[in-house]
């Protein structure tokens, strides 16, 4: 069964400090893409990044980067030198190839709300 | 360009009232999609449409909720006789290709109705 797993529910860290989030993933399909997507408190979705199965890169852009690792079916996502306006939900989410039924749609994990504190 | 509209941003309604969410897609975009989000939940896929047709609903409450996507105006949401538990906000997006998530094409969601039944 398809399904996206982000343990951590909230985290709170002071600006400045480096903050990586959990998401791990489970797909029967051997081809998928995964997803991490901000809310912040205005409510709007905000795409960060995607991934597919086959790109192992680790991917950097600014204070944002990405560690997908298809061992441990885990995609964290690290948040350098926070910032007050980091603040928000991410969510993790996948969507599979062979849709397992989902027509490629995405599949949500329930999200980490992340403070951060000046 | 406008984005995906979404209206109301926030709407009441009573125990057993009807509910109208609408959704404006982007220009020239003829696929939607709508998504749940229960409170400390993440987003749940319930419909796919294309204009005209209902693609996928295999995410949709087998009762009171239904989906439109008419050849002109917005795609319409519509939940009959309210119950609390409908209390979220209902997101959808739009694509101009199907299967967007998979195909890695533009994918964009609106900022959400929340839906508060009291």
């Known amino acids: 069964a398809q399904k996206v797993t982000q343990a951590q529910t909230e985290i709170s860290v002071v600006e400045k400090e480096d903050v990586t989030l959990d998401c791990v993933y489970e797909?029967?399909?051997?081809?998928?893409?995964l997803f991490w997507y901000k809310q912040p408190p205005s409510g709007e979705l905000v795409f960060l990044i995607r991934?597919?199965?086959?790109?192992?890169q680790n991917e950097i852009s600014g204070r944002y980067s990405w560690n997908f690792q298809k061992s441990t079916s885990s995609f964290n996502f690290t948040i350098t030198a926070s910032q007050v306006v980091d603040s928000a939900v991410y969510f993790c989410?996948?969507?599979?190839?062979?849709?397992?039924?989902?027509?490629?749609?995405?599949?949500f994990g329930k999200g980490t709300k992340l403070s951060v504190k000046p | 360009n406008a984005g995906v509209m979404q209206n109301p941003r926030h709407l009441v309604r009573r125990r057993g009232q009807e509910a109208r969410l609408r959704c404006s897609p982007m220009?020239?975009?003829?696929?939607v999609y709508w998504y749940r989000q229960l409170p400390e939940e993440g987003l749940k896929f319930m419909v796919y449409?294309?204009?005209?047709?209902?693609?996928?609903e295999s995410g949709m409450p087998k009762e009171r909720f239904s989906a439109e996507f008419p050849k002109e105006g917005p795609s319409i949401l519509r939940i009959q006789q309210v119950v609390r538990g409908d209390s979220a906000a209902y997101f959808c997006?739009?694509?101009?290709?199907?299967?967007?998530?998979?195909?890695?094409?533009?994918?964009?969601f609106g900022q959400g109705t929340r839906l508060t039944v009291v």
């Open positions: 220009k020239g975009h003829s696929h």
């Open positions: 797909t029967r399909d051997t081809t998928y893409y």
């Open positions: 991934r597919n199965s086959f790109d192992e």
């Open positions: 449409l294309q204009k005209e047709n209902i693609i996928d």
């Open positions: 997006a739009s694509s101009l290709l199907p299967e967007p998530w998979v195909m890695n094409t533009e994918a964009f």
């Open positions: 989410a996948l969507s599979e190839a062979n849709y397992g039924g989902s027509q490629g749609n995405l599949i």
